[in-house]
Nanobody
Framework: QVQLVESGGGLVQAGGSLRVSCAAS????????MGWFRQAPGKEREFVAA????????YYVDSVKGRFTISRDNTKSTVYLQMNSLKPEDTAVYYC????????????????WGQGTQVTVSS
């Protein structure tokens, strides 16, 4: 079992920055690929970014490329999502997720999920 707890969400103006974090506990964090997903009101949960267990492979959805950066610190069992140049359409609950193996972009590829953290971008 892996337990995931997100933090760092909040309210920010458009164009601003925010970093959300996800702390993991349980099984060895460094064995897991980590992903960030988000769900806006009335919409389905969507993939945002993923990072391999060594941090050498990253994937991003096109809408956040060049603005968001996923990273991880295996010594702290934590994955981060640095979000810059935020837009109102980035408003959502952000979830981190974990899976063994290579990074994936589908929800059903991930075994463990956090409870989410709200990010609100005002215009």
């Amino acid at each position: 079992q892996v337990q995931l707890v997100e933090s760092g969400g909040g309210l920010v103006q458009a164009g601003g920055s925010l970093r959300v974090s996800c702390a993991a506990s349980g099984r060895t964090f460094s064995y897991y690929t980590m992903g960030w997903f988000r769900q806006a009101p009335g919409k389905e949960r969507e993939f945002v970014a993923a990072i391999s267990w060594r941090g050498d492979i990253t994937y991003y959805v096109d809408s956040v490329k060049g603005r968001f950066t996923i990273s991880r610190d295996n010594t702290k069992s934590t994955v981060y999502l640095q979000m810059n140049s935020l837009k109102p359409e980035d408003t959502a609950v952000y979830y981190c997720a974990a899976r063994p193996g290579i990074p994936g972009t589908r929800l059903d590829e991930y075994d463990y999920w956090g409870q989410g953290t709200q990010v609100t971008v005002s215009s």
